[in-house]
């Protein structure tokens, strides 16, 4: 017995959802990256040296799907989901600390919210795609 495929939503209940999972997205993206920043430069006591290597280490994955997040692309949104699993692992290590409880708390929070919205975006980029072909 043959399944017979889902039907694809509208493209006009797609339109809306596409841009507010964005806008999230971008929003989280944007917000994780300020967080790290800000953490390290002014509450994280660091050396120098050090300060530089962790915040090159921490930032470059996000500097990496920048350009594909700004421009809109489904698939840096699907690897961002991927990378963004990093930053939840290292906040929730950080919650446990009461000294990083704060910055753990955002940081899950913030990577949690980019994943989400990260992944609706691709799915339903996807389906905006596949509905535009002519698929039904």
Not at 69 to 95: D, E, K, M, P
Request: glycine share 4%; charged share 15%; with cysteine.
């Amino acid at each position: 017995m043959a399944r017979t495929p889902k039907p694809l939503p509208a493209l006009e209940w797609l339109k809306p959802r596409l841009a507010i999972s964005r806008a999230i997205s971008l929003l989280s993206f944007l917000a994780l990256a300020i967080l790290l920043l800000v953490w390290n430069l002014v509450f994280a006591e660091l050396p120098d040296k050090l300060l530089w290597l962790i915040l090159a280490f921490q930032l470059l994955p996000l500097l990496l799907l920048a350009p594909g997040l700004i421009l809109g692309s489904a698939r840096a949104h699907a690897w961002t989901c991927f990378v963004v699993n990093l930053y939840f692992i290292q906040g929730v290590l950080a919650a446990f600390d009461p000294a990083k409880a704060l910055f753990g708390w955002l940081e899950t929070l913030l990577s949690l919210s980019l994943f989400c919205a990260a992944l609706m975006y691709t799915r339903w980029c996807f389906q905006y795609d596949r509905k535009l072909a002519g698929e039904s």
